[in-house]
């Protein structure tokens, strides 16, 4: 099992935060995360990189019982690309060196690193495809840039779980495709990590996001194959109002009903 959450519970004073949150993520299972702003996502994100403790529940992640391990050696096997990580580096620091100092998870230390560090970077920005960025100051690339870029950073410490939250946000609609094209390859090959995507977009839910957990005030309202739960029937009752779920290939479009 990569992520088992079982019957996880966060409360601040008066407010229950996650609510008997059960969820499973298996081996060779790439899950997107949707739910409406403050269901407890992100909530959800620091729950299984311990940085918040369940009040009540248990959390293993990568077989590692929470409680029973160093929290700091199992994050190294985390990355999390978010817009709260954009806006923490130097923005005068060239676009190899971001990458590099994923490695350790550091920010703006480059003192340590090898051939290999180099090269890795170099592969990792062809893959992603911005290898043309090689050597940019990180602030004068545009967010589709800098969010491919974060995402190389993250992969260059090898993680087996990889956090996208809401990687697409303010990216116009040719970056956006371009990144889900780049997120989608990341997705299909051989050592991919298993990722776990944050979206506010059903359209941004891929089919190589085999599974999906609706999140609603705290509560899983449903989690399966993502063909399942991506229709009018089920997002009606998740949203709690009526929308209509359009299909075009293999994206799915959600509209309010009028
Ligand atoms: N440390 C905290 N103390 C009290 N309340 C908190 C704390 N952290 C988050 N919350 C509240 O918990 C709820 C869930 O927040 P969270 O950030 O997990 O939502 P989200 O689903 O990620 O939303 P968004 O889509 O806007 O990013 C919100 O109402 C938020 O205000
Ligand atoms: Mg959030």
Redesign the pocket.
């Known amino acids: 099992m990569i992520i088992d959450l079982h019957q996880v519970t966060w409360t601040?004073g008066a407010?229950t935060?996650l609510s008997n949150v059960d969820w499973q993520v298996r081996p060779g299972e790439h899950w997107a995360l949707l739910?409406?702003?403050?269901?407890?996502?992100?909530?959800?994100l620091n729950m299984i990189t311990g940085y918040l403790w369940p009040t009540s529940g248990s959390i293993s992640v990568l077989g590692h019982r929470f409680g029973d391990v160093d929290l700091r050696e199992l994050r190294k096997s985390i990355g999390w690309v978010s817009s709260s990580l954009q806006e923490k580096l130097y923005g005068t620091d060239r676009t190899q060196y971001v990458i590099i100092s994923g490695k350790h998870a550091t920010i703006g230390l480059y003192d340590d690193f090898s051939e290999e560090d180099t090269s890795l970077a170099r592969e990792l920005m062809r893959q992603l495809g911005c290898l043309h960025l090689w050597d940019r100051e990180y602030r004068t690339c545009s967010q589709g840039e800098k969010q491919k870029l974060l995402i190389a950073r993250a992969l260059m410490a090898n993680p087996r779980i990889l956090i996208l939250d809401?990687p697409c946000n303010g990216l116009d609609l040719f970056s956006r495709e371009r990144l889900l094209e780049s997120i989608r390859e990341l997705a299909l090959s051989k050592e991919s990590p298993t990722l776990i995507y944050?979206t506010?977009h059903t359209e941004e839910i891929l089919p190589v996001f085999s599974h999906t957990l609706l999140?609603r005030r705290?509560e899983v309202v449903q989690s399966g194959e993502s063909a399942d739960l991506l229709t009018t029937d089920v997002l009606s009752s998740f949203f709690e109002a009526e929308v209509v779920v359009d299909k075009h290939g293999e994206r799915v479009y959600v509209r309010a009903a009028n």
């Open positions: 601040r407010n935060l739910g409406l702003n403050g269901s407890g996502k992100t909530t959800l809401e944050v506010h999140l705290g």
